[in-house]
């Protein structure tokens, strides 16, 4: 991509090379059909030429080989004659329109299909990342290419195909010109293209500068907008409204700003265009009265200025489409970056999980954030037998969340193996094992994703409405304390939890998140901060019931709140990097 940065076409036609078979065999056939198009807009030109030689001298046309046997199997005086070519040209005209716009609406059809198919090809990339690329990328950046960016791309798709049917029909004037008039045909190409090159020598810099301007832009806006959103508690309680406001008026005016000024750079040559057009036309019309003496003046004219008319309009759609490719070329080179992503842990059909029938071991695990110098877990070995409930306690950035997600297959080690039954996850060939046993994970974190949908939906999250078992549901409820709250509600398993779950308390946002974990019954259950917003009362129960669970399931806790691990059969202290076994008496104790 780097060595077609600044040409905005070809980083337009690399868009192209994506495409499966079906979608390229769809740009071919339209590319056709574009082809033909310009072939009966070419016709329906040509067309005036015998209809102009009816009007003013139809004897001309029984001179004609060709124009001459449709007067003569037809025998028709000179009046019929006039009535005859009006009506042939007015067929050309209308069944060039016809063809015009059935070429219009099947390229708008093809661009939405074949911009879905690159959104989706483009998501599919980003969502099938390992996460470590999520933690070293700003999800503001993907929405923005998914959504902004990717619309853009598909406004570019659109101009190249204008530039191809400008361009094509543009050739076939061209080459009937210069059967009518080569001299005349070569002064008005040489005009419209000096014109036309000054004008772009002039302009192309501003739209590639805008361009990049308006994405980076697009992408402050979305973050602003997250990140505002996100803090809306803090933003009301502090007053500072006015504060975001202000940033995000700037920002959009910017943004604004910069669009407008692209769609000048774009309409403002037509006018001139037009100006010297009408002078070119003057200029021409004296060259073939007095510079040629052409008998056929009225009919030659009227065709050359029907020509003419057809050209600059070609030649301006050329030129509209090419500054409309090089305004959205930053946003086709975030959309290019987004699909040349190579999808790191994405494997075709379902992966059958990974039983756990033994043990869980962490063997020599090492691993450093970027950020640090020094590793946040520095050899830690770890056997977690099936049925166990682990317990980890350690201090603020000590490394739990880290290891925890080492343990689910969310990041791989530096050095070291997470190994299930002698099945080595992260040092295996393939990313098979990996999948397979975060197929058998349920994780529980502090902070619980919700969508904004009903409770009973947000327990089977990720299924399909036909697939989901309701008796797996209501037992996942039970088992997480939350069935009693539910029965509370008017609307029962159908309340709406709101967006980010304002329409739940902070301990049922919790019991909903277990309840979600039990309902896909996984060999492993890790529990993170779970009971930190819940009461003492709410704790106990779901303390009580973990024994329960971990006569199918393996269970790993982190807390804060020491008495959650009571019931543990080991509990451990992440500390400096290291995992040391700790005697839960102590801890009662203490």
């Not at 689910?408 to 099945?423: A, M, V």
Request: include cysteine; glycine fraction near 4%; charge should be positive.
């Amino acid at each position: 991509m780097k060595k077609i940065k600044n040409n905005p076409i070809l980083n337009t036609l690399q868009l192209l090379k994506y495409f499966n078979r079906k979608l390229k065999i769809r740009f071919l056939i339209l590319s056709i059909l574009i082809i033909f198009n310009s072939l009966t807009e070419l016709l329906s030109i040509s067309a005036i030429i015998p209809f102009l030689f009816a009007l003013t001298n139809p004897e001309k046309i029984n001179k004609n080989v060709f124009l001459s046997f449709f007067s003569e199997y037809l025998d028709l005086s000179n009046t019929n004659m006039v009535v005859f070519y009006s009506i042939l040209f007015a067929i050309f005209i209308l069944f060039s329109t016809f063809l015009k716009l059935l070429t219009v609406k099947i390229t708008c059809n093809f661009c939405a299909f074949s911009a879905n198919y690159l959104a989706s090809k483009g998501y599919k990339n980003y969502i099938n990342q390992n996460y470590k690329f999520y933690l070293t990328n700003k999800s503001s950046d993907f929405i923005n290419t998914l959504s902004i960016e990717l619309i853009k791309a598909q406004n570019s798709l659109e101009s190249l195909f204008v530039i191809l049917s400008a361009t094509i029909l543009s050739i076939f004037i061209l080459i009937s010109l210069i059967f009518i008039n080569p001299e005349l045909t070569f002064i008005i190409f040489l005009s419209i293209l000096i014109i036309y090159l000054l004008i772009v020598k002039n302009i192309q810099s501003k739209l590639l500068r805008n361009s990049k301007n308006i994405s980076r832009s697009n992408s402050n806006l979305i973050k602003m907008l997250q990140e505002s959103f996100g803090g809306i508690r803090e933003i009301l309680i502090n007053n500072n409204q006015n504060y975001f406001i202000k940033i995000f008026m700037e920002e959009d005016y910017f943004m604004r700003d910069r669009l407008e000024t692209s769609k000048f750079y774009k309409k403002s040559p037509r006018y001139f265009i037009e100006a010297s057009g009408v002078i070119l036309l003057i200029i021409t019309s004296l060259f073939v009265i007095v510079v040629q003496k052409n008998e056929n003046i009225i009919p030659i004219l009227g065709f050359i200025a029907f020509s003419f008319q057809k050209l600059l309009t070609s030649a301006q759609n050329i030129y509209g489409g090419w500054s409309s490719i090089c305004s959205f070329n930053s946003s086709v080179l975030a959309v290019l970056e987004t699909l040349n992503l190579v999808p790191k842990i994405y494997l075709k059909g379902e992966l059958t999980p990974l039983k756990l029938h033994k043990r869980i071991v962490l063997r020599d695990i090492i691993y450093k954030h970027n950020n640090q110098n020094n590793p946040t877990l520095n050899g830690i070995d770890l056997t977690i037998n099936k049925g166990e409930i682990i317990g980890i306690i350690g201090k603020t950035g000590s490394g739990k969340s880290t290891l925890l997600d080492i343990i689910n297959g969310l990041l791989e080690p530096k050095s070291g193996d997470l190994i299930i039954d002698n099945k080595k996850i992260y040092k295996n060939s393939s990313d098979r094992y990996l999948k397979m046993w975060q197929n058998n994970v349920a994780h529980v974190p502090q902070n619980i994703f919700l969508s904004n949908d009903s409770i009973f939906k947000n327990i089977a999250f990720g299924i399909e409405e036909n697939e989901i078992d309701e008796s797996s549901v209501f037992e996942a409820a039970i088992n997480a304390c939350l069935a009693d709250d539910i029965a509370n509600m008017p609307l029962g398993y159908n309340t709406i939890v709101g967006e980010r779950g304002c329409n739940l308390s902070g301990g049922q946002l919790q019991r909903l998140g277990i309840a979600r974990a039990l309902y896909r019954k996984k060999d492993l259950l890790i529990l993170d901060e779970i009971t930190s917003s819940l009461d003492k009362e709410t704790e106990n129960q779901i303390i009580d019931l973990l024994e329960n669970f971990a006569i199918n399931q393996t269970i790993i806790i982190i807390a804060h709140r020491l008495t959650t691990l009571k019931n543990c059969d080991k509990v451990f202290e992440l500390k400096e990097g290291k995992l040391s076994q700790i005697e839960i008496k102590d801890i009662i104790n203490n």
